[in-house]
C-alpha cells in the first residue's frame, strides 16, 4: 500500500512539491475557519452569531483538514521510514488526535450555544493545538 502510494508520488519530481502546496492550502483552510470560529467564542465580534459563523468555518476547517490528511499521507508514503523517524512528525499525530478530541467535546456538549466559560477555554486549547501541529509539520525535517 505504502509503496504503491510512495511510486505514485515518484512518477514525477514535480509531485511532492505540488502535495506541500496542497498541504499548506489545506492547512490555511483548517486554520483560518477555526481562528475565526474560536475568536468568536473567545468573545471577539460579538455582533455575529456563533452558529450561523459556524455553519461557513466549520465546512472549511473540515475540508481543509480532509486535504491535509490527503496529501499529508502521500507525503508520508514517500519516505515513511525517514519521517516516522523524526519525533516531531510523532508529535505532530499525536496532537492531531488530541485536537479532534477536543473538537468533537466541543460540539458534543453543544459548545456553541452555551458560550460558557469552558467553550473558552476550549477555543483557547484548539487554537495552541493547531499552533503546535504546524510547527512540528515545519519541524519535521529538523528533529
Ligand atoms: C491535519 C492537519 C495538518 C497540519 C496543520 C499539517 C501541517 C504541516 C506543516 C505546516 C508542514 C510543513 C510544510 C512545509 O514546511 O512546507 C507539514 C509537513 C508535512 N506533513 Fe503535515 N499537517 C497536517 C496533517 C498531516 C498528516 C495527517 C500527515 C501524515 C499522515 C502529515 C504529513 C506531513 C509530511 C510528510 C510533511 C512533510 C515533511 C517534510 O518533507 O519535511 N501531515 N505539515
Given at each position: 500500500m505504502l509503496n504503491g502510494l510512495s511510486g505514485l508520488v515518484g512518477w514525477h519530481p514535480w509531485v511532492y512539491p505540488a502535495l506541500a502546496v496542497l498541504h499548506l492550502i489545506g492547512l490555511g483552510a483548517l486554520f483560518g475557519g477555526l481562528l475565526v470560529l474560536d475568536l468568536r467564542m473567545l468573545?471577539?465580534?460579538?455582533?455575529?452569531d456563533p452558529s450561523a459563523l459556524a455553519r461557513l468555518a466549520v465546512p472549511a476547517a473540515l475540508a481543509g483538514f480532509t486535504l491535509c490528511l490527503l496529501t499529508g499521507v502521500l507525503m508520508f508514503a514517500a519516505h515513511a521510514d525517514e519521517v516516522w523517524a523524526s519525533w516531531a512528525f510523532r508529535v505532530k499525530l499525536g496532537l492531531i488526535v488530541l485536537a479532534g478530541l477536543n473538537a468533537l467535546w466541543f460540539h458534543r456538549r453543544g459548545a456553541l450555544r452555551r458560550q460558557d466559560g469552558l467553550a473558552g477555554w476550549q477555543s483557547l486549547f484548539s487554537l495552541t493545538l493547531w499552533i503546535a501541529v504546524i510547527a512540528c509539520g515545519r519541524w519535521i525535517g529538523v528533529a
Open positions: 468573545g471577539r465580534a460579538a455582533v455575529l
